[in-house]
């Protein structure tokens, strides 16, 4: 018994020794002072990401209490463009982040219970950062190339763990305050850095190029600097100079587009009317430049001519304070359908747009009519469109 005792106390000895410690790593980087300076631009990061990232899920989700704006009409263009660099920025940073403060990870904790406590409201914090900005990363990314290898739904876990990352977020600075103020109220150091090993200076500068690079690589393909966008998922190519997420054929309906019995079923609450495509060309006819902006976070703006919906929703009844919902002939999809509240359908920029750039529309942006209005998501600019109701509140 005694020697199998010895044997394990040595087997123990030895996992503890193969363990790192934090004074096992003296690199000068480490520490609070670059935690604090790379946490500060990632917490902005997630700040920016989770703002942009709930005005994006109230306009696809309306809710009466939280108004929302319907111009100017690249107000969605900027703020998921945000989204998306935002949250690209945020790795590069997070990685930073974590590899500044690792040899903290491995400490033991105290046995004091005030410091236990917030010691383990520290890691709590920690774990639930990093597993959710992981997850967001894991799945927004795979969204971006239109590619959903689960079977959850990626809107709502996505809105969900936004919110679990801002509160780990805010749960991490309120426990690490202390620190982060002492962290930049410390002079610099004045002992000479490791030899061989870059300033602190040289790091925190490679994080922010690292970061930069990210962006233009991810976001920038509707920009002059297209060529270097390596990692966009969208360039601006595409019929009409404007790129497309689904085809007429991705959506199974380029046969029944080019039917020329199309009609355009519009009802409303004093009845309902068909109108075909030169009903709709002899209306009178509006032009709006106005972009395509997606929650990928890649936009492209275009020409649109049509007929403004409000005009078409006054054919059957329809008033300014009247929703109008729109349908698709795609026979399904989760945005097959799409509402437009009364707001968007007051205004003149409101299109059921029959041409781009003076042409008839490409069938791969909808032909023979679809959706275009200012300051909307992309998934809800509803392509070959079928049917138009007005939906009195």
Not at 124 to 151: D, E, H, K
Not at 287 to 310: F, H, K, N, Q, Y
Request: net charge positive; glycine share 8%; aromatic share 6%.
């Amino acid at each position: 018994m005694a020697a199998g005792t010895r044997e394990l106390s040595g087997v123990a000895a030895r996992i503890e020794a193969r363990i790192p410690r934090p004074e096992d790593f003296d690199s000068d980087l480490r520490g609070p002072r670059t935690a604090a300076r790379v946490g500060t631009w990632l917490g902005v990061a997630f700040g920016v990401c989770f703002l942009t990232g709930l005005y994006s899920h109230y306009l696809q989700h309306p809710t009466p209490a939280v108004p929302l704006a319907t111009g100017p009409a690249r107000l969605y263009q900027v703020t998921q463009g945000l989204h998306v660099a935002a949250g690209t920025a945020a790795v590069p940073l997070l990685l930073v982040k974590l590899w500044s403060v690792f040899p903290r990870l491995l400490g033991r904790p105290p046995l004091e219970p005030r410091r236990l406590v917030l010691h383990v409201l520290e890691k709590g914090s920690i774990a639930l950062l990093v597993s959710s900005a992981v997850f967001q990363l894991a799945t927004g990314l795979p969204n971006s190339a239109q590619w959903y290898p689960w079977r959850f739904d990626f809107i709502a876990a996505h809105f969900a763990v936004g919110w679990v990352a801002a509160g780990s977020v805010l749960l991490h600075v309120a426990v690490k305050l202390p620190v982060i103020r002492e962290a930049f109220g410390v002079p610099p150091e004045t002992r000479p850095a490791t030899a061989g090993a870059p300033s602190r200076r040289t790091l925190l500068r490679a994080t922010w190029v690292a970061a930069a690079v990210a962006v233009v690589a991810t976001t920038a393909a509707q920009t002059p600097l297209r060529r270097i966008a390596v990692l966009a998922v969208r360039s601006g190519n595409g019929p009409q100079g404007v790129p497309v997420n689904r085809s007429a054929a991705g959506a199974l309906v380029a046969d029944l587009v080019q039917d020329p019995g199309w009609r355009l079923q519009v009802s409303g609450p004093t009845g309902s009317v068909e109108l075909s495509l030169e009903d709709l060309r002899a209306m009178p006819q509006h032009e709006a430049v106005l972009p395509i902006a997606c929650v990928e976070g890649w936009s492209a703006s275009g020409t649109w001519g049509g007929v403004p919906v409000r005009d078409v929703a006054a054919l059957v009844g329809g008033t300014p304070d009247d929703d109008v919902t729109v349908r698709s002939l795609q026979p399904r999809g989760a945005y097959r359908e799409s509402t437009l509240p009364a707001a968007w359908v007051a205004k003149q920029d409101s299109l059921l747009a029959l041409t781009l750039g003076g042409e008839p529309l490409h069938p791969d942006h909808g032909y023979p009519c679809r959706l275009i209005a200012p300051a909307r998501p992309g998934v809800l600019q509803t392509k070959w469109l079928t049917e138009v109701e007005v939906v009195r509140a």
